[in-house]
């Protein structure tokens, strides 16, 4: 892929983060271009909690799995600094239980009980690179969680596992992205992905 400058007043971002190599990535471009995303770091998730599969109810430890965007900047964290994912989205409201819970981040510290931890030093960089594209206008920064990477290989390799149906719904959204380096686009009120 070719590198391309990226300028701090035109930068958009977009976030992927899989369970099974316990990592956050960050992919940028100039948002008034029609450029892939370029990957600029990749974070270690310092700590995990549940198992694969998406979160469906309240308490029960998982990190959910699939299509989000950032909704909150809290600077007051217990965990440092904290991003909130808009879970539950239409797709977990409709899938999951009566009590799908609330109040999934992506935050400072080592400890998790389902959310994304990261460390207070990586957070810190992490914030401040998404307050810049949220500065630069981007209203809308999509976060993408997946058990692992969903290509045909991997994802045959659990196709007895009681969630691959539901991660087949999401391997569109993930093919769509490797294939060109930018997320589909987010249909919000459902939680899932409409393909161009």
């Known amino acids: 892929m070719q590198c391309r400058r990226l300028d701090p007043v035109r930068l958009e971002v977009f976030i992927r983060a899989f369970k099974i190599g316990r990592r956050v990535e960050v992919w940028g471009r100039n948002h008034d271009s029609d450029g892939a995303f370029q ?57 999951g239980l009566a009590k799908p819970g609330g109040d999934i981040f992506i935050h400072g510290s080592n400890v998790t009980i389902g959310c994304l931890p990261i ?10 690179l998404l307050v810049e594209a949220r500065s630069a206008g981007q209203q809308d920064i999509p976060v993408h969680i997946f058990p692992f990477e969903l290509s045909d290989g991997q994802l045959a390799k659990y196709r007895q596992h009681r969630h691959y149906a539901f991660w087949q719904s999401l391997q569109p959204g993930y093919t769509y992205f490797e294939q060109h380096h930018r997320p589909a686009s987010a249909a919000s009120t459902t939680g899932l992905y409409a393909l161009p």
């Open 119 to 128: 460390t207070d030093a990586l957070i810190e960089e992490l914030y401040v």
């Open 39 to 95: 990957l600029l770091r990749s974070y270690p998730i310092a700590a995990c909690s549940g198992a694969l599969g998406p979160k469906r109810q309240e308490g029960d430890g998982q990190v959910p799995e699939g299509f989000y965007l950032i909704n909150r900047f809290n600077p007051n964290s217990l965990y440092h600094l904290s991003l909130g994912l808009d879970y539950p989205n239409a797709a977990d409201r409709a899938l």
